[in-house]
């Protein structure tokens, strides 16, 4: 005969929710609160252990089992609810996290055993520490990187501000990174300079700029399709070439513009620089989109306007 304790079920549940939820907060990026985050796992231990009960064979149906765990990811995130891409984003993430622990137990089970199922582990009630103990280390190694991974994200967000390109009667916007590395100077003007994404700029740039990385080699510019591109056009005294040196590249060569004002916001204020030249990049900057620019910190230096 089987026996399930229930107080041990109820705490490896509750252990198991907890992590789960977490997770799918961090990876959302959603407002975690402990205390919510509680609730939440203690709905699950207390169905996982319901649920064992004579009569209540309906709990382990398939909407059930959906309508529990979306109650759960409500109660750990009641702001998302109001959002519903919001919502479904970080349920779709529990789901993910628990397919990823679940099938780590399953494969083991059957490395271990043969056996394509939990058979002696979860499925018969019985928490087998073949088939829990794997779960419990890749659910360790999935919390910790979403903890490295979210203090990353907000460390990079405290040093992001919004930052505005203007040439003539256009603008474009978008986040940029403070980056104490970027160095980088005109060496015509000795102006600083932001390093910008080109689908953030591209508004601003002449018809045919593009076909500057049209070239054999993607990363350096078409100096030759440059100049017919923007020969005689006012564009050409607006043009800068700003060579740069980076790890694995010793001469490398960025293209670049004079615009009629860069305008950031700082702390205090919005701060205005006509002294700068914005270089343009044909690759993305942030892998996970956080920013599109490289801002040096001199430029927060400059004349704040209201």
């Known amino acids: ?3 399930v304790y229930a107080d041990i079920l109820c705490l490896v549940n509750f ?6 939820l977490y997770l799918a907060g961090r990876l959302s990026r959603a407002t975690i609160i402990g205390r919510r985050l509680v ?3 203690g709905i699950g231990s207390l169905y996982g252990l319901a649920s064992l009960y004579p009569g209540t064979v309906f709990l382990m149906s398939l909407p059930a089992k959906v309508a529990v765990s979306a109650l759960m990811v409500a109660i750990a995130y009641p702001r998302g609810v109001a959002k519903l891409r919001a919502f479904a984003t ?4 529990f789901y993910l996290s628990s397919f990823a622990v679940g ?3 399953l494969g083991w089970t059957y490395l271990t055993t043969g056996v394509a199922s939990l058979d002696g582990g979860a499925a018969t009630g019985q928490l087998g520490l073949g088939a829990v103990l794997p779960a419990v280390l890749l659910g360790a190694v999935l919390l910790h990187w979403a903890i490295v991974s979210g203090r990353e994200r ?6 992001c501000v919004l930052c505005r390109v203007v040439v003539g009667d256009r603008q474009a916007e978008f986040r940029a990174l403070v980056d104490t590395g970027n160095r980088l100077r005109d060496p015509l003007s000795d102006a600083p300079v932001v390093i910008v994404e080109y689908p953030a700029v591209t508004r601003l740039l002449p018809a045919g700029f593009g076909q500057v990385w049209e070239g054999p080699e993607p990363d350096d510019p078409d100096l030759s399709r440059l100049a017919s591109a923007l020969g005689g056009t006012p564009w050409s ?3 800068r070439l700003v060579p740069f040196s980076s790890l694995g590249r010793a001469n490398g060569l960025l293209v670049g513009f004079r615009p009629d004002a860069v305008i950031v916001g700082a702390q205090g204020g919005d ?3 006509t002294d700068v030249v914005v270089c343009v990049s044909p690759r993305p900057l942030s892998a996970e989109g956080g920013y599109r620019a490289l801002l040096p910190p001199e430029i927060l230096e400059g004349e704040a306007v209201a």
Do not use: K
């Open 90 to 93: 970080t349920l779709a993430l």
């Open 237 to 239: 005294a607006r043009m």
């Open 154 to 159: 907000e460390r990079v967000a405290t040093l």
């Open 103 to 105: 099938g780590t137990a």
């Open 1 to 3: 005969m089987s026996y």
């Open 39 to 41: 609730l939440g796992a």
């Open 15 to 20: 252990c198991f929710d907890f992590s789960l």
């Open 271 to 273: 701060v205005r620089r």
